[in-house]
Structures are given as structure tokens and as C-alpha cells.
């Protein structure tokens, strides 16, 4: 019987994009539902009732949830193509502490910086920009994080690349000039059509985040 994959997501979700690159790594077909987070279906609220998150994976009807265990899981389902982790334990280890480092960081900092002002965002900015630092200091000279290929931590950055432009607008400052070598980095990813696919185009992000702004402030009134 063939697999029953099924993805719930929405399109700009950096976290969804990760799963959706790593379906396109292995070539498995999958059905894609979007969500609306605003008013989350029942299916949604039933597979994911810890976090009530996208991304969701279900897997002939059993759910995984979390972008990272996801994308794991994925790997170790489909392993006959496209080694997402690396082989190597502690290059595992080392791949997964990152991607982690990238979880507990990224996002509330860019939070912190988009919904403050003032110190609060200037000190958010800088955080921001020190993370992105760290991580192109973390890739040192290599192609990829993978080394010369394409994985596990290339794969968790990735989608952060659509939302550069946003961070950079509402943070006024520019990547190229922050972190060339990253930029490089985000470079090569894109010669990948899995990667350059499923990115969604970085102003269409921008959009959509002046969307949720505004929903924010009307729901404060
Ligand atoms: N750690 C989670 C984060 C997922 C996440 O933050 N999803 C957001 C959308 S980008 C969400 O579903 N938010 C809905 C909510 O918080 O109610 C992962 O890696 O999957």
C-alpha cells in the first residue's frame, strides 16, 4: 500500500518550509493542506493538541509534530535517497545542537525586534544580527554546513533566507553587508531546486507580516 503523507502547514511558515524541502529531498508525494492560524482546523487541534503548531506531518493517519523531529523522522523513513543528518554521530550531534541553537533563538529575537521600539528593538536588532554572526562563523569555509553537501543544518537555515528581507526592513540593516559569507552560503542553497522551490518570494513574506502587524494592533484596541 502506498504511503499516506500529509502536510499541515502555511506557506510562509519558516518551519514548514523545512519539511516541505526535506519531502522534495526525498521525492514523496504528499497531500498539502493550509492552515489558518487564526482559526485552526479541528484536524490541526486533533493532531497537534500539546502545541496546537504547524507543521504536522501525517503519516498514513499518525502525526509528527515539530519541524525539526520531522524532518528526523523523514530521514530515517525515506533512507534510500538524499541523507538528510550526517552519518557521523557527533557531526549529528553537532548538526542538531545548531538546529536547536536556531529554534531557541531566531524567532523570539525577531519578535522581540519587530515588536518593540526604541532600546528594546535596537537591543533585538543587534541580537539578531550577532546570531546570524555566530551561524556564519559556524560555517566557516565550507560549502555547506553539510560540508560539500546540502543537510540537516543547511536545511533548518534555509527558510530563514525568505525572511531576511523582512528582518532587514523592519531592522533596517542589510544581511550582504552583516554576514557576506552567509549570504554566499544562501547562494548556493538556491542553485538547489528543492531549496528554490519551495521558497516562497521574500516580498510576498514582507506582505503577509505587515498583514499580521496590523491584526495584531486592531486586536490591542
Ligand atoms: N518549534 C516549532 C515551531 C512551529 C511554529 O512556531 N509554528 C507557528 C507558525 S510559524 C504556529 O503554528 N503558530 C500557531 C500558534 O502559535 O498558535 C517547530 O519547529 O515546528
Not at 507543521?55 to 515539530?66: A, F, Q, S, T
Not at 525577531?110 to 526604541?118: I, T
Not at 555547506?144 to 540593516?173: A, H, K, R, V
Amino acid at each position: 500500500m502506498a504511503d499516506e503523507v500529509v502536510l499541515l502547514d502555511v506557506w510562509a511558515s519558516m518551519f514548514g518550509m523545512r519539511v516541505r524541502i526535506a519531502l522534495a529531498e526525498k521525492g514523496v508525494e504528499y497531500e498539502y493542506k493550509e492552515e489558518n492560524l487564526r482559526n485552526k482546523s479541528d484536524l490541526l487541534l486533533q493532531m497537534n493538541p500539546v502545541h496546537k503548531k504547524i507543521p504536522v506531518l501525517i503519516h498514513n493517519g499518525k502525526p509528527i509534530c515539530e519541524s525539526a523531529i520531522i524532518v528526523q523522522y523523514i530521514d530515517e523513513v525515506w533512507k534510500d535517497k538524499a541523507p538528510i543528518l550526517p552519518s557521523d554521530p557527533y557531526e549529528r550531534a553537532q548538526a542538531r545542537f545548531w538546529v536547536d541553537y536556531i529554534d531557541k533563538k531566531v524567532y523570539d529575537t525577531w519578535r522581540k525586534m519587530w515588536l518593540s521600539e526604541g532600546e528594546e528593538h535596537e537591543a533585538g536588532k543587534k541580537e539578531l544580527i550577532s546570531i546570524f554572526k555566530l551561524l556564519e562563523e559556524t560555517l566557516g569555509d565550507k560549502s555547506f554546513y553539510g560540508g560539500d553537501t546540502f543537510g540537516f543544518l543547511d536545511l533548518g537555515l534555509i527558510p530563514f533566507y525568505t525572511w531576511f528581507y523582512t528582518f532587514e526592513t523592519f531592522g533596517n540593516f542589510k544581511m550582504e553587508t552583516e554576514c557576506p559569507k552567509l549570504m554566499d552560503w544562501v547562494k548556493r542553497c538556491m542553485q538547489k531546486e528543492t531549496v528554490s522551490k519551495t521558497l516562497p518570494d521574500e516580498k510576498k513574506v514582507y506582505e503577509h507580516v505587515l498583514g499580521m502587524l496590523k491584526a495584531i494592533r486592531e486586536s490591542n484596541h
